[in-house]
């Protein structure tokens, strides 16, 4: 169920109470890993893959649905790199990029901020999240636009107590004004700092920072042409 809508701030509030559909999404990794499982052993009995499919498919179903402790738990023992810095992230993003995002972040034990669109308001990104905030009321932006509407983006993670915004990909994710705003918020950018967008996003500046850093560049011009003699 959903709670009702209600302007907050410059956004409209919706918590989701029920995240995962957990009964299909285990009848789903079951038929999948079954049918897999038994493409890529045909010499093992019917009986063998049936059991471990269900052996798989309830892996899966227990890694997907863990507590947020366990799962954490899980990521440090196998991987050196996980670490916990921040505790709720705002994804600036929607979609299948959105719920990507979000399958990650609900293993690390992070609380997930869904933003979307008045138009996109029954897309399933919205209901996935934790929380989920329309970003500015009907008609102020166009759908595409809303999602580029860096100022609203950035009050509602501040708004709503959000540690991090990530950006996903496409949309304001190489956006080196809204990457240094999230940071002048207060708020962790999950990406490459503001300066290394700015630098790696111009040809021309990339092309420099990779010759002074000793990599090899194809043959070319030291800066842009603007001319056609130039480029001739």
Same mark, same amino acid.
């Given at each position: 169920t959903m709670a009702d809508d209600a302007f907050a701030g410059d956004g409209i509030a919706s918590i989701s109470t029920s995240r995962h559909h957990r009964g299909e999404e285990a009848a789903m990794n079951f038929d999948y890993l079954k049918y897999n499982f038994k493409s890529l052993s045909r010499t093992a009995s019917h009986e063998d893959l049936a059991g471990q499919s269900a052996k798989d498919a309830e892996e899966v179903e227990r890694r997907f649905h863990m507590p947020n402790e366990e799962g954490l738990a899980h990521l440090k023992n196998t991987s050196p790199v996980v670490s916990k810095k921040f505790h709720k992230v705002l994804i600036a993003n929607r979609g299948e990029i959105a719920m990507r995002i979000m399958r990650t972040a609900h293993e690390l034990g992070l609380k997930t901020v869904a933003i979307y669109a008045y $138009?996109?308001?029954l897309s399933m990104h919205r209901y996935k999240a934790d929380e989920s905030y329309q970003i500015a009321p009907e008609g102020k932006h166009t759908p595409v636009g809303a999602y580029l509407a860096q100022d609203d983006i950035v009050a509602i993670a501040v708004q709503r107590n959000c540690d991090a915004?990530?950006? *996903?990909? *496409? %949309?304001?994710? $190489?956006?080196?004004? %809204? /990457? /240094?705003k999230v940071e002048a918020a207060g708020l962790k950018w999950v990406g490459p700092r503001p300066e290394t967008i700015d630098s790696l996003g111009d040809k021309v500046? /990339?092309?420099s920072v990779a010759i002074q850093c000793g990599v090899p560049v194809v043959p070319g011009t030291d800066g842009p042409v603007d001319n056609i003699k130039d480029a001739e």
């Open positions: $138009e996109d308001r915004v990530h950006p *996903g990909y *496409g %949309f304001l994710s $190489e956006n080196v004004d %809204f /990457a /240094a500046k /990339a092309r």
